[in-house]
């Protein structure tokens, strides 16, 4: 089954921003521990980056004409201010994972703890690096399985 898996702004600096944050480890090095962790749930998934708020949205509504089962999206700081991307996302058919890499409620910057999308998502995974994507993917393997 495919998915997508979509990244937001800033995302592709991952490895040389914020490091004490986000890890040493880079955006390529997510993208292939996706699709690999995806693949092991019998999914196959469609992982892009855009630092471009237009494109995330042509992306979800691109889950209109093609065959896509779910979506994962980590929005980046869109998450905290882009009723666009809230209303998009409300307005799928597919169920809609958010994910962070940090935990975006105990940031220090308080505009990071509101998530503007968190309510018309399926559910939320943050804090946990890398692994929230796994734990996302988890979470979505399970509901499609349930809905067989
Ligand atoms: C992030 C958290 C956001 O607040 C931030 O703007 C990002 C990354 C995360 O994955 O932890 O760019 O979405």
Redesign the pocket.
Known sequence: MRIFVIN????NLLGRREVAI?GHKTYADLEAYIRVEAKALGLSADVRQSNHEGVLLDWLHETFRIKVAGVLI????L??YSYALRDAIKALDVPVYE????D?KQ?EETF?HHSVIADVCADSF?GHGFESYKAALVALSEALQKSE
């Open positions: 937001g702004p800033n995302l986000y980590n929005p980046g700081a998450t905290h994910v962070h890499l940090s975006i940031r990071r943050s």
